[in-house]
């Protein structure tokens, strides 16, 4: 296995679950702290519904069109078909 040069100007986290969830179990709070703490530069956007989701992929694309180059990260439920948005029951194929 040989290891992977690359370099981001931030990680973007895409965060699907319920504010429920959010709370409980702290997912995306803990990594952005992870991150700030090895001071790498992070976005998130919280999506309560599929078009949300698809509202933060239309500018994460504006981003990436400005050279900007970012890691993405999903928190969310999924299925066997893609992601799943339990505060709402949709379903992102």
């Given at each position: 296995m040989t290891k992977l040069d690359v370099e981001y100007d931030l990680v973007f986290i895409v965060d699907c679950l319920s504010?429920?969830?959010r709370d409980d179990f702290k997912i995306s709070e803990d990594l952005m702290n992870?991150?700030?703490s090895k001071g790498i530069k992070q976005l998130q956007g919280k999506c309560k519904n599929k078009a949300m989701v698809l509202d933060t992929f239309s500018y994460m694309k504006k981003l990436a069109e400005t050279g900007?180059?970012?890691c993405l990260q999903i928190v969310s439920h999924?299925?066997?078909d893609g992601l799943w948005i339990e505060?709402?029951?949709?379903?992102?194929y």
């Open positions: 504010q429920k969830d992870f991150l700030a900007l180059k970012f999924g299925t066997e505060e709402n029951d949709e379903d992102i």
